[in-house]
């Protein structure tokens, strides 16, 4: 159900930008700390779609790795599995540098659409 209200809040954010055009593609940035299963995102993604200016459109999900850095004694790494505790001085203090976004880049509109919805 957590993808569910993502293709709910990421299409939403679609039609704000669209303008009532037809969208083809939406790019999105997804950190992986989000947790997102890019399989049920697009299945969502697509229900929610259905009716709305973004029907049919492709959904493209660029995910982001996750980065930490250990604040006591700056080491930085690469987070596989969720353990916030540095290797070097086993320190808890982490800071999170990327790894949260969700963020919708970019959409592609095509303007002979918009032609066609617009009034006569
Ligand atoms: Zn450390």
């Known amino acids: 159900m957590h993808e569910l209200s993502l293709s709910s809040a990421i299409v939403d954010t679609v039609e704000r930008h669209a303008d009532g055009r037809r969208v083809t593609t939406v790019t ?28 049919g459109a492709t959904l493209e999900q660029n995910y982001v790795e996750a980065r930490v850095r250990c ?7 690469t987070l596989d599995q969720p353990i916030f505790r540095c290797p070097d001085c086993g320190g808890s203090e982490i800071e999170v540098l990327s790894g949260e976004e969700f963020e919708v880049d970019s959409i592609d509109v095509t303007e002979e659409e918009a032609a066609c919805i617009a009034p006569r």
């Open 71 to 77: 604040v006591p004694c700056d080491r930085g790494w």
């Open 28 to 55: 999105m940035t997804i950190g992986s700390l989000r947790q997102v299963v890019a399989e049920s995102l697009s299945f969502y993604f697509e229900i929610v779609s259905r009716g709305r200016v973004c029907e």
